[in-house]
C-alpha cells in the first residue's frame, strides 16, 4: 500500500510548524505494516492519503482527494472528540518523517478537569487522566523532551512522572503552560529541580490568575529561579483593559517573558480584533510593554480602538 500523508500547518505554514503527532503514529503503524509512507504529494496517485489539521484558521487544500481520512481540530465537519485507532494511538512515532525535529514530543496526561471557554480540550479529550510514562517517550538520540500536556499538575501522575524526570539527564519543555493556581511547595520543589531546555512555562488567561502566578515567580525565587526563566502565556480577549491589567501586574518581575495571544476560535465566531492584533503583535511582542503601559502605547501612536480597546 502506497500512504500520503499531509500535514495542513506544514504546507501553510512554510517550515514553522511544530511535528505532528498524530502523522507520525500513522507512519509508524503503516511502516511496521509494510505499506510505503510519503508526503502527500497532489500530482501522485495513494492508496490512502491522510490529512491532519490543527488550527480552523489553517486553510484547507482544494486538492486533496475527497476520500482522505481527516482529522484534527482544525477540520469543523469532525467530531472534536474523533481520536486515532488504539493500535495507532500505542505506536511510536516516526520521527524520521520530521527529520529537521532534535527532540521527542508527547504526553504524560491527556484532557484537563477545567473548562475555560476558549479551550476545545475539554471536549475533545474529557477530564484528566494518567495516559503514558515518561520513558516511554524520549528518544536514545536526544536528551530533549517536549511534553503537550494540557494541565498536568491537575493529575497526580503526571507530577510523578515530573518528579522523576528530575536527575534523570533530560531537558524538557511544557510547552502548553502550566497552571500557577496548582503551584505549592511540592510542586515549587519539582520544578526547581528539572532541566528546563529554556522556559518554564505558565498561563494568565484571566484577572484570577494574576496572585497565582506572582505567587509561583516567588515561590520559584526562594528555590534558585530567577524571573528571566519564566514565560507567561496571555490569552487577550476583547476586553483590552483586563489584558493590559495582567500585563501591569507581572511586569514589574525583571527579565519575565510575557506572550500574548490574541483569542482566536472560528467554530464560535471569533476573530481579534484590530485592537487585540495590535496588542499582541506590536505593543507586547515588539517588548513595548516592558518601557509603557497600553493607554501609554495607544497615546503615542495615536490609536483609538474605543472604550474597550482603551
Not at 488550527?55 to 481520512?69: G, K, R
Not at 529537521?100 to 471536549?123: F, K, M, Q, S
Not at 489584558?243 to 482566536?264: C, D, F, H, P, T
Not at 499582541?280 to 490609536?303: A, F, I, N, P
Request: net charge negative; with cysteine.
Amino acid at each position: 500500500m502506497m500512504v500520503g500523508l499531509h500535514d495542513a500547518e506544514r504546507d501553510h505554514m512554510k517550515g514553522k510548524h511544530f511535528p505532528n503527532l498524530a502523522l507520525m503514529k500513522i507512519s509508524a503503524w503503516h511502516k511496521a505494516n509494510g505499506d510505503q509512507v510519503e508526503w502527500w504529494n497532489p500530482l501522485y496517485r495513494y492508496d490512502r492519503v491522510y490529512s491532519s489539521k490543527v488550527f480552523d484558521f489553517t486553510p484547507e487544500d482544494p486538492y486533496l482527494p475527497e476520500d482522505a481520512v481527516r482529522g484534527g481540530t482544525g477540520y469543523r465537519d469532525i467530531p472534536m472528540n474523533q481520536t486515532l485507532p488504539p493500535e495507532i494511538e500505542e505506536m511510536y512515532p516516526d520521527y524520521s518523517i520530521y527529520p529537521e525535529c532534535d527532540y521527542a514530543i508527547g504526553y504524560l496526561t491527556r484532557g484537563c478537569p477545567n473548562h475555560c471557554r476558549w479551550c476545545v480540550v475539554p471536549e475533545k479529550e474529557g477530564g484528566i487522566r494518567p495516559y503514558q510514562r515518561w520513558e516511554e517517550l524520549v528518544r536514545p538520540d536526544t536528551d530533549k523532551l517536549v511534553l503537550m500536556d494540557n494541565n498536568i499538575l491537575s493529575c497526580e501522575h503526571g507530577i510523578r512522572q515530573l518528579e522523576g524526570l528530575a536527575g534523570s539527564g533530560y531537558r524538557i519543555d511544557l510547552n502548553q503552560g502550566m497552571d500557577a493556581r496548582l503551584v505549592d511547595g511540592r510542586a515549587a520543589d519539582i520544578l526547581a529541580r528539572l532541566s528546563w531546555i529554556r522556559f518554564i512555562r505558565f498561563s494568565c488567561d484571566q484577572r484570577s490568575q494574576i496572585a497565582p502566578v506572582r505567587n509561583v515567580v516567588e515561590l520559584l525565587a526562594e528555590r534558585g529561579v530567577r524571573p528571566y526563566r519564566i514565560f507567561v502565556y496571555l490569552l487577550v480577549t476583547a476586553d483590552l483593559r483586563d489584558a493590559s491589567e495582567r500585563v501591569e501586574a507581572l511586569k514589574g518581575y525583571k527579565g519575565i517573558n510575557l506572550y500574548a495571544q490574541a483569542e482566536r476560535n472560528e467554530r464560535m465566531g471569533i476573530v481579534p480584533s484590530a485592537a487585540q492584533l495590535e496588542f499582541q503583535q506590536r505593543y507586547v511582542y515588539s517588548g513595548s510593554y516592558r518601557k509603557e503601559t497600553w493607554d501609554g502605547y495607544c497615546s503615542r501612536k495615536r490609536l483609538d480602538f474605543g472604550e474597550v480597546g482603551l
